[in-house]
């Protein structure tokens, strides 16, 4: 799926429209785990997932690798407080398989937004569509049992247990990998 094809299923675009955005992409590859960012490097980039698996992730104060998201095909990921702010990135984001990645850079999103004007509308969905995520994860780790958590995690990003590693999964719900060991041994007796 090329980029224009997701914003126009949120947004009308014509043709010339299509044309415009797809050249404002570059379609970059990168290898199981190459990072697309690294941490304390200002985020030149969004990135689209044309195919493959990312993830961006933090380091806590004791080293940990504490996972925020991941992101597989036609699912946007980055540092979007570093893109948008031009600040210094707070995470990495790394490649867990072979991944291609549509980037685009702050300038080029500057002037599509300029030029198309109803891209602000899309990305207005998009950013909604963050945000009801994000919320929805600060939720769940917040109010949630570990037991629960690991079942949404299931319903809503099957698709996921196929590419990420367990151990990457116990990162994203906030348990260690034992314990997510236990909360599967439970299903898989069920």
Known sequence: MMVSEYFSKLVQLSTEEKNLIDKSFELKSFSKGDFALRLGVICESEFFVKQGCLKNYYIDFQGNEIILSFAIEHWWIGDFESFNR????????????????????YNKKQQLLKDI???????????????QNYQERIYSVLALSAQERYERFLEKYAKLVQCVPQYSIASFLGVTPETLSRIRAKQTKK
């Not at 990135?89 to 685009?104: G, H, N, P, R």
């Not at 004007?117 to 945000?131: K, S």
Request: hydrophobic content about 35%; cysteine-free.
């Open 86 to 105: 031009r600040t210094p990135s707070k995470m990495f984001v790394e490649a867990l398989e072979d991944s291609e990645v549509y980037t685009i850079s």
């Open 117 to 131: 004007p109803q891209l602000e509308r899309a990305y207005r969905i998009l950013l909604e569509r963050h945000l």
